[in-house]
């Protein structure tokens, strides 16, 4: 199974707003200074250690070694990264209709993790699977979980 993530207001958040990781140690700290929600951690190793692939599906145009980076300092591997210039060279790709903000099923995404509800909206139309996370919320990595558990169930049916 192949799981990914949102960043921006999905794992990265406000620490005025949300609870979060501990902050990484110096000099890490100057150098990722965005901070994870709570749960986001465990919920990786968790995803990780059930054999499935993990990805960031962001429209940031963050570069692909930071995004690895900060995850590392955290003891996270990802495997694939589509942020904002991989998805228009790879989804856009010169098309002349606007394609979505994120496209997971050209990857073969079985679920991604969003904030955004326009992405759920797009998942409706074009045919991908996504799971809504909103604002502070303790019970959020459960209900991923749930939701995993949920495809997985279906899928061996």
């Known amino acids: 199974m192949?799981?990914?993530?949102?960043l921006d207001d999905t794992l990265f958040v406000s620490e005025e707003t949300f609870k979060v990781e501990p902050p990484l140690r110096f000099p890490y700290c100057k150098?990722?200074?965005?901070?994870?929600?709570?749960?986001?951690?465990?919920?990786?190793?968790?995803?990780?250690?059930?054999?499935?692939?993990?990805?960031?599906y962001t429209t940031s145009f963050r570069s692909e070694h930071y995004i690895r980076g900060l995850f590392r300092c955290y003891g996270i591997q990802l495997d694939s990264i589509v942020n904002g210039a991989r998805h228009a060279r790879e989804v856009q790709a010169g098309r002349m209709e606007a394609m979505p903000s994120k496209y997971p099923s050209k990857y073969r995404i079985d679920l991604h993790i969003d904030d955004d509800h326009s992405v759920a909206e797009n998942g409706r139309t074009y045919g991908f699977h996504v799971l809504i996370v909103g604002?502070?919320?303790?019970?959020?990595?459960d209900k991923i979980i749930e939701e995993i558990e949920r495809?997985?169930?279906y899928r061996e049916s």
């Open 31 to 56: 150098l990722y200074k965005e901070r994870l929600r709570l749960g986001t951690t465990a919920l990786l190793k968790y995803i990780r250690q059930q054999g499935m692939e993990l990805w960031v």
């Open 151 to 153: 495809i997985r169930k």
């Open 2 to 6: 192949r799981i990914s993530f949102d």
């Open 135 to 141: 604002g502070q919320d303790d019970n959020w990595t």
